[in-house]
């Protein structure tokens, strides 16, 4: 019973998110547009982290899972109706049924392999969306589109401020699921395969099905993360299916801490803060940050800058 006492109820870390990005959609009328970009970002490597953290999985193309989901509800959008929350759910279909599809392939082979092939399968939806001129837009990308008001009632205007709270929503709803599977029987069984996968297969857990049902969950929330960048946009490009969108949600997600979920939100935070403060400082040296960033937080893990800083504290 004291075991199941400490577990966090799922609605706390939704709930934090929830109030944090609320004060700072009201604290910053004028970066709404950087806050909205944040938090689909950080929807994306919520998903990945889902993979890589609580799975164990290696991959490299959760671009092809974000890409999927951006141009489902790009097309949607253009061609059957603009309703945002229908494109959602077209986005969020399309992203799993990809991962489902890949995934029953991909998770057949474990390391190198497997990271070669999510790239591989990355670049071959790329490939397609580059010669689908008529549906994508080819290289010049998909555009002419925007959503309706966000139940008929709130316009997606100019200065972000819908599509800010409309991102957070999905965010938080997103971190609510992504909590409460991490956290169920399912979840745990998912995270012993990621410790020891031979000991749960011979207790009897079916490896290969779990870990594609925590893939396509990852995929459903990537294809969420990319019909919200859609609808903000109303534009995408193939860099939505790029490798450098998968390596910098690697990156973000390293950055804050693979398998604890909030790490994913605060290594998105980061990233997307320093991107931005460098980028409009040096836009053609930004990188150099990054990078000087990521060195750190191989140098010294973020567990052990915490202990130190909490020590420092107690001895002050």
Do not use: C
């Not at 996968?197 to 929330?221: C, E, I, K």
């Not at 973000?252 to 935070?269: K, N, P």
Request: no cysteine; hydrophobic share 60%.
């Amino acid at each position: 019973m004291s075991d199941v006492q400490r577990v966090a109820p799922p609605w706390r870390l939704p709930l934090v998110v929830l109030v944090a990005g609320l004060a700072a959609w009201v604290a910053l009328p004028d970066q709404l547009g950087l806050l909205t970009r944040l938090f689909t970002t950080a929807l994306l490597v919520l998903s990945l982290d889902l993979v890589v953290g609580i799975a164990g999985l290696a991959t490299l193309g959760q671009a092809a899972l974000f890409g999927a989901g951006a141009y489902a509800a790009g097309i949607f959008a253009l061609r059957v109706m603009a309703d945002p929350l229908v494109g959602l759910v077209v986005g969020v279909g399309a992203g799993a049924g990809v991962a489902l599809a890949s995934g029953a392939f991909l998770l057949r082979y474990h390391g190198f392999t497997l990271l070669m092939l999510t790239v591989a399968v990355a670049q071959i939806l790329a490939s397609l969306a580059s010669k689908a001129r008529d549906w994508t837009g080819g290289d010049d990308g998909l555009s002419g589109f925007a959503p309706a008001p966000l139940f008929g009632l709130f316009t997606f205007d100019l200065e972000g401020r819908t599509a800010a709270l409309y991102a957070l929503a999905v965010l938080v709803a997103g971190l609510y699921v992504a909590r409460r599977v991490v956290d169920s029987p399912f979840g745990l069984s998912v995270r012993g395969i990621h410790e020891n996968r031979l000991r749960m297969a011979a207790l009897g857990t079916p490896v290969f099905t779990r870990l594609l049902a925590m893939y396509t969950l990852s995929g459903a929330l990537a294809g969420a993360a990319g019909a919200l960048s859609a609808q903000t946009n109303a534009i995408v490009g193939l860099d939505s299916l790029g490798f450098a969108l998968s390596a910098e949600a690697l990156v973000m997600l390293v950055l804050g801490g693979t398998g604890r979920l909030s790490g994913a939100l605060i290594g998105a935070t980061v990233f997307t803060l320093l991107h931005h403060t460098a980028a409009s400082i040096n836009p053609y040296h930004w990188l150099f940050v990054i990078g000087a960033a990521l060195m750190a937080v191989v140098l010294v893990p973020p567990a052990k800058a915490w202990a130190w800083l909490k020590s420092r504290g107690a001895g002050g």
